[in-house]
């Protein structure tokens, strides 16, 4: 059954369910809810809006076939488990979407497949197939082969990073927790949040179940990374009935991050939030609002050192005179080399890289203001 009219009905969204909602204690798949869930899913596609589903779940069920009572801290053995579970996860899915006859496909991704650009552009070409079949993609992180390096670290960020990929107008990040709690003021969860001030980052407190891994702040920082992308969030209890029909009916039922400004281009997000930098080049202070407030390219005069190994065309962050973090971008040039160049006006640099016609150290169409 459609969920509403489809006038205000966004035409691509990200559902992320966390192991709580998915679950009943360590390992126990609560399947009344992921019917329930596949059910507002699929009165959602029936409007004509596209889903995919971030789902975690995979290490929580192999807990819960192995037997074990606590996360494990090896590395190897949380693997297993994700091996285990994730197969299970899978049946679980296409289980509760066979009553409404549709396929789900299972999509595993390192933080390597988005990094490298060749392979973030066929991750997008594929979900795009997949929404073009009419398939419910139901994305994890591959835990099993990700190392503590690679790792994403937590399906709040993945699902942000999904978002972004697959220009999704909204992510829903459905949980345990009901939405943000006004903890300065009223006590009850903010509808709305229209910026994402250091005293809304404050109201977010970690995790403390078993099974879960992000808690509020990873939510928080997630959102922050969807809603550069233009994408508006929403975090709700994934056990309310109903919870995403009436979302989209608007009712509100949770907290509302709503997109400000315009987003960052395709290629700027992947920038900004898609890399690891591997280095840092430090500014000086008349450097920063040239970069910040006026767009514009990092050149060598405002460069006073670097940190790390780097080589052009890696990602660095931008950091000023305070070190605080103010932009990341590819840079035109390596750690050695910035530090010939560091302070010195275009003119010197000239005689240094002869028939260079580039001589910006990041060029602003390559650079992020964080
Ligand atoms: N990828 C993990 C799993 O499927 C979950 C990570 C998370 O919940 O954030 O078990």
């Known amino acids: 059954m459609p969920a509403a009219s489809s006038a205000h009905l966004p035409r691509r969204i990200v559902v992320k369910l966390g192991t709580g909602v998915l679950t009943t204690g360590i390992g126990q798949l609560n399947t009344e809810r992921i019917a329930a869930l596949a059910a507002g899913i699929s009165g959602l596609r029936a409007s004509g809006v596209e889903v995919v589903v971030v789902s975690s779940g995979a290490v929580g069920l192999g807990m819960g076939r192995l037997g074990l009572k606590k996360k494990p801290s090896a590395i190897a053995r949380k693997q297993a488990c994700a091996a285990i579970g994730q197969s299970l996860l899978m049946q679980t899915w296409q289980r509760a979407f066979d009553p ?196 514009r390219s990092l050149l060598a005069i405002g460069v006073t050192g670097s940190r790390g190994r780097f080589a052009p065309g890696d990602i660095v962050n931008i950091l000023g005179p305070d070190d605080t973090v103010l932009a990341r971008g590819e840079t035109a040039f390596g750690d050695a080399d910035i530090a010939r160049i560091a302070g010195l006006p275009s003119e010197k640099l000239k005689p240094l890289f002869p028939g260079r016609k580039h001589l910006e150290v990041i060029h602003r169409d390559d650079l992020v203001v964080l």
């Open 100 to 295: 409404h006859g549709a396929t789900v496909a299972q999509v595993l991704l390192t933080h390597e497949d988005l990094r490298s650009r060749a392979r973030h552009l066929g991750v997008k070409a594929c979900l795009q197939e997949l929404l073009d079949y009419g398939v419910v993609p139901v994305i994890n992180e591959n835990d099993t082969v990700s190392a503590a390096e690679i790792k994403f670290g937590d399906n709040d960020t993945l699902s942000a990073l999904v978002a972004g990929l697959v220009d999704a107008q909204h992510l829903v990040i459905l949980s345990t927790a009901p939405g943000l709690i006004d903890m300065k003021g009223t006590g009850k969860i903010l509808p709305v949040v229209e910026k994402i001030t250091p005293e809304i980052e404050a109201m977010a407190g970690g995790t403390t179940d078993v099974t879960a891994t992000g808690g509020m702040i990873s939510k928080i920082s997630a959102a922050k990374v969807a809603l550069r992308a233009g994408c508006a969030v929403s975090i709700a209890s994934g056990a309310e009935p109903d919870i995403l029909a009436r979302l989209f009916r608007g009712d509100n039922p949770g907290t509302t991050f709503i997109p400000a400004g315009v987003p960052l281009e395709s290629r700027k997000r992947w920038i900004a939030h898609y890399q690891r930098p591997t280095g840092e080049i430090l500014v000086n202070a008349n450097a920063v609002p040239a970069l910040r407030d006026q767009g």
